[in-house]
C-alpha cells in the first residue's frame, strides 16, 4: 500500500464514482481501477460495493475512510511543517 493508493480511494469515495475520480486525479479509470483493486487485494477485502458506474463504501470501505483521513492529515501536517523549516 502506497500513499498514492489511499489518495484514490478517498477521492473515489467521496464522489462515488471511478471514471470521476479518475478525472480529479488526472488519470484513466482503468489505472485507478486497478490500483483500488491492489489496494483491496492488500488489505484482504473489498471497500466498494459496486453498482453499474456507482461505487458506496462497504462496512470495511467506511472503517478504512476513517483511518485513511487521519492518516492523510498527519502526513500533510508533517509536509508542511517540514517545508516550514526550510524556509
Known sequence: M???QIRYFVT?????N?????????LSQPALSKS???LEEEL???LFIR?????TL???GK???EGAWVSLRTLDNMMADLNALTM
Open 2 to 4: 502506497n500513499i498514492a
Open 44 to 46: 484482504g477485502t473489498p
Open 51 to 55: 453498482s453499474g458506474k456507482r461505487i
Open 12 to 16: 473515489a469515495a467521496q464522489v462515488q
Open 63 to 65: 472503517r478504512f475512510l
Open 58 to 60: 462497504n462496512e470495511q
Open 18 to 26: 471511478l471514471s470521476k475520480a479518475a478525472e480529479l486525479l488526472h
Open 36 to 38: 483500488i483493486a491492489k
